[in-house]
């Protein structure tokens, strides 16, 4: 199984300012997927990370909002952008299981509140 | 369009047998997780369908009927431990990407 790790783990930020969330992972992979789970909410998709061009973003997420880098196989970004207290949530990186393993894994998380 | 539907809250007896179910209408279809998620962890998996059919892991075992759009976790033995949200998700045709129901928050009494 893949070991993914995020940082921060948790952080407490102002309206107004952004938030860069690390992910990186223990293998190559060409896709990680971005997540958003608001407060007693289910998941919900924000953007496909692929290396090597632009991100893919699901209905009703922005670039502007949620940029992401992929500068490699094993390493990913996502910003908060102008944050509001509307983008508290956890915010988590997840990447589709190894060839021939179809567990999807997801990393550890990284619990955001504004004020 | 994407709808994966599953009851909000569920509750059961220590030792008992919960079925959870989801129901799917997606565009595309590439198979359906179960993950098991407790409060302030990440989702950790469970399961996995993409033939019609009963998956059996131990405590757990899921179902899934494709021409139904519908799938169930069954939890037996249940356990204080087995208190958490369960998250139905499916996944799209060609990019791998998740779908997640709106997930199932169960509540075991002893």
């Known amino acids: 199984s893949a070991v993914i790790s995020q940082k921060p783990s948790r952080d407490i930020c102002q309206r107004g300012t952004s938030l860069t969330i690390q992910c990186q992972v223990d293998?190559?992979?060409?896709?990680m997927f971005w997540y958003r789970q608001q407060p007693g909410q289910s998941l919900t998709l924000i953007a496909t990370?692929?290396?090597?061009?632009?991100?893919?973003?699901e209905s009703g997420f922005v670039i502007d909002k949620f940029p992401i880098s992929r500068p490699n196989l094993t390493f990913s970004t996502l910003t908060v952008s102008n944050m509001s207290p509307e983008d508290s949530s956890i915010y988590l990186c997840?990447?589709?299981?190894?060839?021939?393993?179809?567990?999807?894994?997801f990393g550890p998380g990284t619990r955001l509140t504004v004020l | 369009g994407q709808n994966i539907d599953q009851p909000t809250e569920m509750t059961a007896t220590e030792g008992a047998i919960v079925q959870i179910n989801c129901t799917y209408q997606?565009?595309?279809?590439?198979?359906l997780f179960w993950y098991q998620q407790h409060a302030g962890e990440a989702p950790t998996f469970l399961s996995y369908?993409?033939?019609?059919g009963l998956e059996e892991k131990g405590r757990f075992s899921s179902f899934l009927s494709r021409s139904k759009g519908y799938s169930y976790l069954l939890l037996k033995e249940l356990q204080m431990k087995d208190s958490a949200s369960y998250l139905c998700?499916?996944?799209?045709?060609?990019?791998?990407?998740?779908?997640f129901g709106t997930g199932t928050r169960l509540l075991v009494s002893p």
């Open positions: 990370a692929n290396q090597g061009s632009e991100a893919t973003y």
């Open positions: 997840s990447l589709p299981g190894l060839a021939g393993n179809n567990e999807q894994f």
């Open positions: 998700a499916v996944r799209d045709l060609g990019f791998q990407k998740l779908v």
């Open positions: 293998s190559q992979v060409t896709m």
């Open positions: 369908n993409v033939l019609d």
């Open positions: 997606t565009s595309g279809f590439n198979g």
